[in-house]
């Protein structure tokens, strides 16, 4: 069910023109700890992965995870509107014959720390890399966990909408007596449905599996994700002139997706290289791109 939105209205068919992004380089904790209570709409992040990026990073070890993370989760909380929404891209690799635990034991420690675990989406990356594992497949998706504050939070499910395929054209042509009423499946797993309110809907609702590409240019960095991934989740959540933060920046995706949708953005990284060459990226005067956001659906 849709949640309700909460906080400024915005229209919008004319989104006001977002600042460029605002850019630190330092620890995000730190960072976090001078920005004001309550100010943010969406957290959209990757940090690093356990035992991965040690180049860039460090690589925080497995089992040191959870305690390194927490602190800042804690300031994500703090600084996020209660309407707000925290959504963190991770997977855990496998090492030693089987996979690690750390995400499974971070989502319960946040849990304690007071955020709701909304919701868990996939990322299915259709061109990952080809390979060959003694005892595994292909690694094609990663996690994306959604946190909330609060059971009521700011959610624009249109913006996300999809056709809803040439499936319909068949399947609606002729109902049935049960097609018009809300028909229980047949195998008893509690479902049911009422195909007829199909009818007429040129859309549909997503799933929470968002099929896309991997990036394919690493943009200056060894882990960056798809532009239009965070733009997905920009959309769900937030409408134009809300502010979107990423604390692991990296190579500045979010906040360039934030930007081009005309968001307001802020980006952290412990890495000068990065802060520097996305502040290139966004000279004062840049305008955002067009068109900034299309109108939801009316009626």
């Not at 690493?218 to 239009?228: K, L, W």
Request: aromatic fraction near 10%.
């Amino acid at each position: 069910m849709p949640a309700k939105p909460s906080g400024r209205a915005a229209d919008p068919d004319r989104p006001p023109s977002p600042r460029p992004p605002r850019l630190h380089h330092g620890d995000c904790l730190e960072v976090l700890r001078e920005m004001p209570g309550g100010s943010v709409d969406l957290v959209f992040t990757s940090p690093p992965y356990a035992d991965q990026r040690k180049a860039s990073y460090g690589g925080i070890r497995p089992d040191r995870y959870v305690a390194w993370f927490l602190p800042i989760a804690a300031e994500l909380r703090r600084v996020l509107k209660p309407a707000g929404t925290f959504v963190l891209n991770i997977k855990e690799k496998a090492s030693r014959g089987e996979r690690d635990t750390y995400v499974i034991e971070l989502i319960l420690a946040m849990r304690r720390q007071g955020w709701m675990w909304t919701e868990e989406f996939v990322w299915h990356k259709r061109n990952c890399y080809p390979g060959k594992w003694p005892n595994r497949f292909r690694d094609a998706w990663e996690r994306l966990l959604q946190f909330n504050k609060a059971r009521r939070f700011a959610m624009y499910q249109e913006a996300v909408m999809v056709p809803m395929g040439a499936w319909a054209q068949t399947r609606l042509r002729r109902l049935s007596a049960a097609d018009r009423t809300r028909d229980r499946s047949g195998v008893g797993n509690a479902f049911a449905k009422n195909v007829s309110n199909w009818l007429g809907r040129p859309m549909a609702y997503p799933t929470n599996v968002l099929h896309l590409a991997t990036e394919c240019g690493n943009r200056r960095h060894s882990a960056a994700f798809p532009r239009s991934l965070p733009e997905w989740f920009i959309r769900l959540f937030t409408r134009a002139g809300d502010l979107v933060l990423d604390p692991f920046m990296g190579s500045g995706t979010t906040v360039a997706a934030a930007h081009g949708l005309g968001r307001e953005s802020i980006g952290i990284d412990t890495v000068g290289g990065f802060v520097e060459a996305v502040r290139r990226e966004f000279p004062p005067d840049r305008p955002p791109e067009t068109p900034v956001e299309p109108a939801p659906p009316r009626g």
